[in-house]
């Protein structure tokens, strides 16, 4: 965990959907406090037309992050991320940011097996990305 799924209504090169992995997994992991290695990006480009946001008149284009993240986090820690992870799909898909939605579903960390850890990971704890403490 966490499990970043973005949904664009745009056709993204196989070079922009790495760029947009490498910079969701740096950006989340530096201000959600935890390490690179255990974010998962998928990035679904389902081309024009294809994902929309429901007004009382006619629908909009949009895009969405699902984030399935560990519990723990604040608000305000959510907060910053969502805003982060929208500025970095607006500068690579050029759709507005109000046109972004982020929903976040937490979960226990033993929820999420990693194959590379070797099986379940732990509840996320603050100062997880500087490691145990050696004292």
Request: charged fraction near 25%.
């Amino acid at each position: 965990m966490p499990s970043l799924q973005v949904d664009a209504p745009v056709e993204l090169v196989g070079s922009t959907k790495r760029e947009l992995a490498r910079r969701l997994g740096a950006t989340y992991s530096r201000l959600m406090d935890t390490v690179p290695d255990i974010v998962t990006v998928v990035v679904h480009d389902h081309g024009a037309d294809s994902v929309w946001r429901c007004t009382s008149g006619e629908p909009v284009v949009a895009g969405l992050i699902m984030a399935d993240i560990r519990s723990g986090r604040d608000r305000a820690a959510r907060d910053r991320v969502a805003r982060a992870m929208i500025e970095i799909c607006v500068d690579l898909t050029g759709i507005s940011p109000e046109h972004w939605k982020v929903e976040f579903t937490q979960h226990a960390g033993d929820e999420m097996f990693h194959g590379h850890l070797g099986g379940f990971n732990t509840n996320w704890s603050p100062g997880e990305s500087r490691g145990p403490d050696p004292s």
